[in-house]
């Protein structure tokens, strides 16, 4: 018989599993530092892996851009370059090739 889905605190259902070999190093450290936190080793590890995945997914469409740059963008925004013909001849390529 197939183990049913466990339903955390949350009351959303685990349904999904991932898994991963560690080092004995590594097993000891997660375990030390869930301990130290009163949490459980699958619960310290999810909460750290949401983080950290957030935390890429932030980093990845944040854009930080220095004072020069900054001041760079606003110029182009404010006092855009003439378009050039070789401006034209990429819109016109894109547009033969999407259709649009």
């Not at 183990?3 to 259902?13: L, T």
């Not at 957030?54 to 851009?65: D, S, Y």
């Not at 003439?82 to 999407?98: G, H, I, Q």
């Amino acid at each position: 018989m197939a183990e049913a889905a466990k339903r955390p605190a949350s009351g959303r259902i685990r349904a999904e599993r991932l898994e991963t070999r560690v080092t004995a190093d590594q097993k000891r450290l997660i375990e030390h530092a869930a301990a130290l936190q009163g949490r459980t080793v699958t619960d310290f590890v999810l909460t750290s892996v949401q983080d950290a995945a957030r935390r890429a997914i932030q980093e990845h469409q944040h854009l930080e851009l220095s004072m020069r740059d900054s001041q760079a963008f606003i110029q182009a925004l404010v006092e855009p370059r003439p378009v050039n013909e070789r401006l034209r001849d990429t819109v016109r390529r894109y547009r033969v090739r999407t259709g649009a």
